[in-house]
């Protein structure tokens, strides 16, 4: 058995002399369409809980609505199959209360950058360990076709079927744009060596790891990455040390940048709209403020909490 994560606190890896196969962690089968990408993000996730050794019973897996979010159910870990835009409130508490389970989020694009926009965007700020993916397919597909924040302009759909008329939100630059976000990177389900090295760095990150996964859906935005599938030079990864090496790409993916993901303001200009599509850790700071570490050094029992509350509601009283 490869040895777990030392740490019992940030991390949950089996201490005891299990060898926990793919076996042990594979739940229902999973009824997405045939050839969706959430496919290939499930065997990554179940690669990494492997590769790991994460113990099914410190691991939860927390998501929304949305096609991604039946994740829980296919996993034979811990899960909580929440409510539209709610997972990251919920996967806070669950990390809140229990600093020793691993905790992940999965959210789809309308999840996570338009009803969950406001928990998304201080879940980047409060910095509380734990590895956020968004699966970005760039429509709501779950519910048939509406346009999504990250629908490109023009794209037909159910609610705009002469074409979106708005330029997509791009969910890296908003994130690189949030106050004591620390770690923010991009990934696409049709490279499976990348994905599977990002998530491992995403779990790896001491802190709030958001990761953007693009992924197709062949049922309603077919030709949204359909070139950049078949034309790698479109992709251009952001290589480094501190970020997402992935050798046995090299070949396949010529186009390469070295970026330093502790600069922030370099992140920034990447992640711009321009022709290419750049894959890699955007930005990577582990030093910055984690609420659930402040919170956790200034314990207080529950009789000073309940003394702290009264004073606060009596402050109030008429
Ligand atoms: Fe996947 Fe799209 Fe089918 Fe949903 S509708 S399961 S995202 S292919």
């Known amino acids: 058995m490869s040895a777990g994560p030392v740490c019992p606190i940030l991390c949950a890896g089996a201490d005891d002399d299990r060898a926990l196969a793919l076996s042990d962690y594979e739940g229902a089968t999973a009824r997405w369409c045939p050839g969706c990408g959430d496919h290939s993000v499930l065997t990554a996730v179940e690669r990494l809980l492997v590769a790991e050794q994460l113990a099914p019973e410190r691991t939860v897996f927390v998501s929304g609505i949305g096609c991604s979010s039946r994740f829980p159910h296919y996993l034979k870990t811990y899960g909580f199959h929440g409510i539209h835009g709610r997972a990251l409130p919920v996967a806070t508490g669950i990390k809140l209360q229990r600093p020793e389970l691993t905790v992940f989020v999965v959210m789809g694009d309308g999840d996570c950058t338009s009803i969950g926009a406001g928990h998304w965007m201080h ?11 968004v699966l970005d397919n760039g429509i709501y597909g779950l519910t048939k076709n509406q346009t999504s ?27 690189l744009g949030v106050t004591n976000a620390s770690f923010v990177a991009q990934t696409a389900e049709w490279v499976p060596a990348h994905l599977f090295a990002t998530l491992r760095a995403a779990y790896h990150h001491d802190g709030f790891a958001f990761v ?15 070139i950049a599938v078949q034309r790698p030079e479109v992709l251009e990864l952001l290589v480094h040390d501190d970020g997402v090496v992935v050798p046995e790409l090299e070949r396949t993916y010529t186009r390469r940048l070295v970026h330093d993901p502790r600069d922030l303001a370099r992140a ?7 022709e290419r599509i750049r894959l890699g850790v955007f930005f990577r700071d582990a030093s910055r403020d984690r609420y659930d570490l402040i919170r956790r050094a200034t314990p207080r029992t529950t009789t000073e909490r309940l003394a702290l509350l ?5 402050a109030h009283a008429v």
């Open 123 to 133: 879940a980047l700020r409060y910095n509380v360990k734990m590895v956020a993916m």
């Open 149 to 175: 924040p990250t629908t490109p302009q023009g794209h037909p759909s159910n609610t705009q079927p002469r074409g979106t008329y708005l330029p997509p939100l791009d969910p890296i630059e908003l994130a």
């Open 212 to 226: 953007r996964v693009l992924q197709r859906c062949p049922k309603y935005t077919a030709d949204i990455y359909q």
């Open 268 to 274: 920034r200009e990447l992640a711009m709209p321009g």
């Open 310 to 314: 009264d004073a606060e509601l009596d």
